[in-house]
């Protein structure tokens, strides 16, 4: 990474910094956010600095230290732990940024590959067509010695620790429903600390989806599908219910739990082939409230995949299934 690099960086850390300072108990949702903001402009590097900042935030807030145990030691002592002020924060990114970027420059690009432990390679699995991030994607690192498989998260990444008993020869396969799977073959020794996959999706017959036999498949009960690290998930759980009418329009209705608020939605859908545009108006918990769209894939007649507009009018990644 260039100084011009190095500068950009610490610059968006800098922004990143304020808008933590502003929410501190938001932190872990701030970071996540922005660090999409960068992928979706093509900030690479900003967008993995950004990353390795929310894994060392996710990690001290799953400490295995209790949190009655440490509202109990709080309690005692009389004080709030530094780590909880914003002061702390204020302090400690800019600081996080220049270790992050020491690290890039002297571990994860060695100059020999001989030298030991690399640390960690991040694979980003993205939609070849609208470079969303897909969540809940099964990713195979095959090595010289193993392989070991991971889930995506809610940021299309998945992590595996590399060392230098796993060679330099890596194949990485990824696959996902309604995506065709594909793997890749790399050089561990030039390869960095990131990979990206681009996932085309699942070209589907038109004639599993038409007229009147599409409608019946839409209409019912649809429950949300929770996969993956239940701390990436953005909605939980929820139903969303469609209501084909005799115009061929569908009435949409939904109650989930999103963003950690409760929230209720309604509006219209319409079905061209297999995909499924959902316009809505919808309310939560706090008393918010926003117009959104939705977009889902028919991957089977009791499967939908696709995401949603959230109130701040970012997408959140939802799988669904029919329950009736």
């Not at 940024?97 to 991040?122: E, M, N, T």
């Not at 569908?250 to 297999?274: C, E, N, P, R, Y």
């Not at 977009?295 to 009791?302: A, G, H, I, R, V």
Request: aromatic share 6%.
């Amino acid at each position: 990474m260039n100084g011009g690099q190095e500068n950009e960086v610490d610059k968006l850390l800098h922004e990143l910094n304020q808008r933590v300072l502003a929410d501190p108990k938001n932190k872990v949702k701030i970071i996540q956010e922005f660090y999409s903001e960068q992928l979706k402009a093509g900030n690479g590097n900003a967008a993995a600095t950004t990353l390795i900042v929310r894994s060392i935030v996710t990690a001290r807030e799953e400490s295995p230290t209790s949190e009655a145990a440490r509202e109990n030691t709080e309690a005692k002592v009389g004080a709030i732990p530094i780590w909880k002020k914003p002061s702390f924060w204020a302090a400690v990114l800019p600081s996080l940024a220049a270790v992050i970027v020491g690290y890039w420059q002297f571990v994860y690009k060695p100059a020999h590959p001989d030298d030991s432990p690399r640390s960690q390679l991040s694979v980003f699995v993205r939609n070849a067509r609208t470079q969303d991030p897909i969540v809940n994607a099964k990713v195979s690192l095959q090595t010289e010695n193993n392989q070991r498989e991971q889930t995506t998260d809610s940021l299309g990444s998945a992590m595996f620790h590399i060392t230098k008993v796993d060679g330099t020869d890596w194949r990485i396969y990824s696959s996902c429903d309604g995506y065709e799977k594909r793997n890749i073959r790399v050089d561990g020794a030039t390869v960095g600390n990131k990979v990206e996959l681009a996932l085309s999706e699942v070209a589907r017959s038109s004639t599993t989806v038409k007229g009147t036999a599409a409608l019946d498949t839409i209409k019912g009960t649809w429950e949300v599908v929770s996969t993956g690290d239940a701390h990436n998930l953005r909605i939980q759980k929820g139903t969303f219910d469609f209501a084909p009418q005799r115009d061929k329009s569908i009435l949409a209705s939904a109650t989930f739990h999103a963003d950690d608020m409760d929230v209720k939605s309604s509006g219209t859908a319409t079905l061209q082939g297999d995909r499924l545009s959902l316009s809505f108006s919808a309310t939560n918990s706090a008393g918010g409230s926003w117009n959104g769209l939705g977009d889902f894939t028919l991957l089977s007649p009791s499967r939908l995949s696709g995401r949603i507009q959230s109130k701040r009018g970012d997408d959140i990644p939802v799988t669904l299934n029919k329950v009736n």
